[in-house]
């Protein structure tokens, strides 16, 4: 009696956690905004902006702004001012990419400077 009644107690636990995993999973998987906000976000004070296509688990493009007092906002992906404020976000990311691979570019063209020896050339003599 208690062999059967510890793996039917093993048995429910076991049901109950990967339950919860699964309730687990299927959050991560919805859309991220409920709710889109209709205020303008300055460009100076955004952190990060990420750009969420569409998916087979939420059908809407989001578009979550990042401010740089950590605070996020959903941003409406239609509005013209958002459209706006996402061209200029890729166009300053773009350019400090540029910057990058310039102070790399300029880091390896670094030209070697060869001592040469003070002593005076010999002459050869046949």
Same mark, same amino acid.
């Given at each position: 009696?208690?062999? %059967? !009644?510890?793996? @039917?107690? @093993? /048995?429910?636990?076991?049901?109950?956690? @990967?339950?919860?995993? +699964? *309730?687990?999973?299927?959050?991560?998987? %919805?859309?991220?905004?409920?709710?889109?906000?209709? +205020?303008?976000? *300055?460009?100076?004070?955004? =952190?990060?902006? =990420?750009? @969420? *296509? $569409? !998916? $087979?688990?939420? +059908?809407?493009? +989001?578009?979550?702004?990042?401010?740089? #007092? /950590?605070?996020?906002?959903?941003? #409406? $992906?239609?509005?013209?001012?958002? =459209?706006?404020?996402?061209?200029?976000?890729?166009?300053?990311? #773009?350019?400090?990419?540029?910057?990058?691979? /310039?102070?790399?570019?300029?880091?390896?063209?670094?030209?070697?400077?060869?001592?040469?020896?003070?002593? $005076?050339?010999?002459?050869?003599? *046949?």
């Amino acid at each position: 009696m208690k062999r %059967r !009644s510890f793996s @039917f107690l @093993f /048995g429910i636990t076991f049901l109950a956690l @990967f339950e919860v995993q +699964e *309730a687990q999973i299927m959050r991560s998987r %919805r859309c991220s905004c409920i709710n889109t906000s209709t +205020e303008t976000v *300055a460009l100076k004070s955004l =952190k990060d902006l =990420k750009q @969420f *296509a $569409p !998916s $087979p688990s939420c +059908e809407k493009t +989001e578009i979550i702004a990042t401010r740089k #007092n /950590g605070s996020q906002t959903c941003l #409406n $992906p239609d509005s013209a001012k958002v =459209k706006e404020l996402v061209k200029q976000w890729e166009k300053q990311a #773009n350019q400090k990419k540029k910057q990058k691979k /310039g102070k790399k570019h300029q880091k390896s063209k670094k030209i070697v400077k060869v001592k040469r020896s003070q002593a $005076p050339h010999q002459k050869k003599t *046949a």
